[in-house]
């Protein structure tokens, strides 16, 4: 099974700063990787696939990075929306797995 | 527009079976371009994949769940289901269905994430 270990586990920040989120495999995964956005009481929403596509209608100042087992996220200007959970999660081997998560709070 | 909506009973005795469906719109199940799964997220806790199954029929379980875990598709009623036995109070959480994709592309193969989900149900396991 492949773990993901998210980190920071919090992420205190302001409005229009920058926020990187790490996540790191426990083996190589290629560039099979996703990126979700979970606000409280709503379903996860797809930000970000194959470690750097952004997803449909997704805001240009989300972008992914990383391949192998390092990966990254970044916001490069936070807005007020973007305070929420993010979640990574592998397709590279079965079975899928999640890592742990990330609040980005204010 | 691709919707999902999960439904089925919010509460559930111990050792008895969850089960819960998805009624896929907007798109057929059998579409082979795309596959279909469950996930599940306990109260104020992470996500946690329980399985995915192919328009072929091939499954693939969580394997800290996979011998209470059966994923189904219903073609005739363009429907996702979700069974597991043997429940506890540790099985309490929110149960989300969702579509992924994934194949060939420009760069050779690619994931395309879990694009569509469901709004997602509450299932209480309590005597």
């Known amino acids: 099974e492949t773990v993901l270990t998210q980190y920071p586990a919090t992420l205190s920040l302001s409005p229009g700063e920058r926020a990187s989120l790490s996540c790191k495999a426990s083996?190589?995964?290629?560039?099979?990787l996703a990126w979700y956005q979970q606000k409280p009481g709503q379903a996860p929403r797809l930000l970000i696939y194959?470690?750097?596509n952004r997803a449909t209608d997704i805001p240009a100042r989300f972008s992914g990075s990383g391949s192998g087992t390092d990966f990254t996220l970044t916001i490069s200007s936070l807005e007020p929306e973007d305070f929420a959970v993010y979640y990574c999660?592998?397709?590279?081997?079965?079975?899928?797995?999640f890592g742990g998560g990330t609040r980005v709070e204010i | 527009q691709v919707q999902l909506q999960e439904s089925g009973p919010g509460l559930v005795k111990p050792s008895e079976t969850l089960s819960l469906s998805c009624t896929v719109s907007?798109?057929?199940?059998?579409?082979?371009?795309?596959?279909w799964g469950w996930i599940r997220q306990p109260p104020g806790k992470g996500l946690e994949w329980i399985g995915s199954i192919y328009p072929s029929g091939t499954t693939y379980y969580n394997p800290s769940l996979k011998s209470r875990v059966t994923v189904s598709l219903d073609t005739s009623t363009n429907t996702l289901s979700l069974r597991l036995s043997s429940v506890a109070a540790t099985d309490t959480a929110v149960y989300y269905c969702?579509?992924?994709?994934?194949?060939?592309?420009?760069?050779?193969?690619?994931?395309?994430?879990?694009?569509?989900w469901g709004q997602g149900t509450m299932v209480t396991v309590s005597s």
């Open positions: 969702a579509r992924a994709r994934e194949g060939p592309s420009p760069t050779g193969y690619s994931y395309y994430g879990m694009d569509v």
């Open positions: 999660q592998q397709r590279g081997t079965w079975p899928l797995t």
């Open positions: 194959d470690a750097s």
């Open positions: 907007g798109d057929s199940i059998s579409n082979r371009v795309y596959y």
């Open positions: 083996q190589s995964i290629t560039t099979y």
